[in-house]
């Protein structure tokens, strides 16, 4: 299965950008890439996803590398609410789609 | 859209006593839900795949005649601990996708206490 590998913990000052990387070195050419958050004791949120292209949406954007093999996802303006657990996950396309969570980056932000 | 809904939030029993946990999904048809569960500080670990109308997929290391997964409808799938012990104490998380490629929504999780 392909993993991802992403730092431990990051943290940012309040409403500046956030990016927050993630290596996927060993993703197959139909692997798509999602990005979640947790908040304590909740369900992790959706926040985006994307195959090749760069995607952007109301939350953050997608970065995703040429080769593939790296993305990162950007918060444009970290507010005290973004403060999460964040992890990169990939949609494995060899039949059930099904998410192998790793171990995410937990961001803080600082006011 | 894309609300899943999940209950109870918490639960506290004795060991020994049966639980069951429902997921739904709110506002759109679920062909497939995903059961985690989640230990304090750790990730997020999938316990089984669930397709309507057909018998779950269970990961590895993971007790079918534990924890029981039944899914009826295109909105409703069930997580029964069977027989439940301390050691089952964790946080269960349902999730579910419109279709094979979509994202998952994720319910708000259920936090089980065994005494």
């Known amino acids: 299965d392909a993993k991802t590998t992403q730092p431990n913990s990051m943290e940012s000052n309040e409403e500046e950008p956030v990016h927050l990387p993630c290596n996927h070195s060993t993703i197959s050419g139909t692997d798509y890439i999602h990005w979640y958050r947790q908040l304590p004791s909740q369900g992790p949120e959706y926040v985006i996803h994307g195959l090749t292209s760069n995607v952007n949406n109301r939350m953050a954007s997608l970065a995703i590398a040429e080769d593939r093999k790296s993305s990162t996802l950007i918060l444009h303006r970290a507010t005290l609410r973004d403060a999460a657990v964040y992890y990169c996950?990939?949609?494995?396309?060899?039949?059930?789609?099904?998410?192998?969570f790793g171990t995410g980056t937990r961001l803080k932000v600082l006011a | 859209g894309a609300v899943v809904s999940q209950h109870p939030s918490w639960v506290i029993c004795k060991s020994g006593t049966s639980v069951k946990i429902e997921c739904r999904s709110l506002d759109f048809q679920a062909t497939t839900m995903f059961w985690y569960r989640q230990f304090p500080k750790q990730s997020l670990m999938l316990m089984a795949t669930?397709?309507?109308?057909?018998?779950?997929?269970?990961e590895q290391g993971v007790e079918k005649d534990k924890f029981l997964i039944n899914h009826a409808s295109l909105t409703l799938s069930t997580l029964t601990v069977t027989s439940a012990h301390p050691e089952d104490s964790s946080f269960y998380i349902c999730?579910?996708?419109?279709?094979?490629?979509?994202?998952?929504?994720f319910g708000d999780g259920t936090r089980l206490s065994i005494l």
């Open positions: 669930s397709n309507e109308g057909s018998k779950a997929t269970y």
């Open positions: 999730s579910a996708r419109r279709a094979t490629g979509q994202p998952q929504h």
């Open positions: 996950i990939l949609a494995f396309t060899s039949g059930t789609y099904k998410y192998i």
